[in-house]
C-alpha cells in the first residue's frame, strides 16, 4: 500500500512541476504580440518603400538579411506601427564577421531622414571578434550604439542565437541579453543629452528625441537572423 502512495504522490508532484514549468513558460510571452509571424514580412517594409526587400528571407521560421540576395532588394526593415512605451523580445544571430543592429524610435521621414540610425537609438548586434566595430568601446554586442557601453557581455559564439529585450517605459530604459541587464539609463533628460554631445550623433537634427517611433532591423550589408519578434505596449 506504501507503495502505491508513494507513486501517487510522485506522479502528482511531476504533474504540479510540469504545470509550473509550462505555466512560466506562458508566462513569459503573455500579453505580448508576434511582430514577426514566421512566414511572412506581413508588418514590416523597408524603410521609406511600401514593401519588404527581397534580400530579406523567411528561413525555418526567421527573418534573414542575405547580402547575396537579388537586385538592391535590402535596406532596414520597419515595422507599420509606431510605439511608445514598450516591452521588446526577439532573438538574432550572426554570420562571421557580420554587424546589424536593432533600431528603435525611429521616425520614418526619408526626404528629411535619410536611415533608420537618423533618428533611432540602436542596440547593437555584431560578432564582436570579426567585424572592426568590436575594437570600438560601445559598438560590441548588447551596447547602446555609441552612447553606452554594456555592464557586462554575455553574448554567444558567432553563430548560435543570442536572445534580447528592450524596456522603455516613461523615459526609463533597460536592455538585457541573454537574461542579464547590460544598460540601463534615462532618456530625453539633461544626462540623455550629455552623453548625445558625447557621442557621433552630436548635431544630428533631432537624433534620440523621438518618444514615439518604428522598430528597425539593420541592413548593414551583412548576414544576420532575426526570430521570435514580439512586443508587450506597456
Known sequence: MKRYIFSAVSALAITAMLGCSSTKSQTGTKGFTRLFDGTTTTG??????TTAGAKWK??????HLDPNGPG???????????????????????APKANSGLIFYVHEDKAKYGATYSTGLEMQVLDNDGHPDGKITKHRAGDLYDLIKSSSEPVKAVGEWNSAEIISKNGKLEQYLNGVKVVSTTLWDDNWKTLINGSKFKGWENWGTFKTGKIALQDHGDSVWYRNIMIKEL
Open 44 to 49: 514590416w517594409h523597408t524603410y521609406g518603400k
Open 72 to 94: 538592391d532588394g535590402g535596406g532596414d526593415l520597419v515595422t507599420d506601427k509606431e510605439y511608445s512605451n514598450f516591452h521588446l523580445k526577439y532573438e538574432w544571430k550572426v
Open 58 to 63: 523567411i528561413e525555418d521560421g526567421a527573418l
